[in-house]
């Protein structure tokens, strides 16, 4: 069951308090993906079903901080917590979406713009170069229309303190490979996410941030992070005329 973390720099955010911690998971079956840490699916004392990855230091950090920024400015994610086994190997957890896929080809021509539109901008805020098939989810729905998620952000360079202060104009270093990724649909429908983007506080961020920074141990840098998070959700309305510049389609 998940409980709340308590730490003596932590403060609240726009959407509640910070990430929460959850006792260790039993773990029922592991997921044969490639990546850096193990990835296992799990359950907690209530019976939820989740899915976990050993993440720690800058990864963690960029995982904690996605999802953050993804629901501060209205992208589908799943609930996700940090996880603290007995070993001391910190996870970071994501509650399973039912009934969900990976994305397909197929989906471009169906998904919602919207929250095409929402994926995008969030790769561009947190300098997200790893947007493929498996890490966008769908959940169909009646009449062939169906709910985009975003998932997996670990390698995204938001987590990395010293790399993203030197990308703060800088798109994410090459375009989602989701094979059929609507890219024109979705260029008429940045507009409200890249607003809300814009008009996240420094409060705001820096709340983000501090909760990021403390479980990556960074949080000597937490002023510094803060400014460079800040100046990119400035620029982020360039940051993505240039992303989709080079994915030919005019912002």
Known sequence: MA??????SSGGTLL?????????LHRTKRVEV??????WFAVDEAGDEWVTKEVSGANLAAEILSWHLARAIG?????????????????WATRTIPNALHWTPSLGEVVDPVDAAGVLVLDCLI???????????????KGGKGLLHAIDHDLAAIG????????VV???????????FPYSRAASAIGRYVDATNALSRAQLTAYVRDALDWAKRSD???????????RCQAIGSIVAQYLKEAGVSS
């Open 160 to 167: 990395d303190v010293e790399e993203f202060r030197d990308l």
């Open 3 to 8: 409980r709340k973390r308590k730490t003596p």
């Open 16 to 24: 509640g308090d910070p990430v929460s911690v959850i006792a260790p």
């Open 127 to 141: 300098h997200n170069g790893d947007r493929h098939e498996a890490n966008l989810m769908w959940t169909p729905l």
């Open 170 to 180: 800088s798109p994410p270093p090459r375009l989602s490979h989701a094979p059929g």
């Open 221 to 231: 840098k937490t002023a510094e992070h803060t400014d460079t998070v800040y100046n």
């Open 34 to 39: 490639d990546s850096r840490g193990e990835v």
């Open 75 to 91: 992208v589908r994610i799943p609930h996700g917590a940090a996880v603290v086994p007995h070993d001391g190997t910190t996870s």
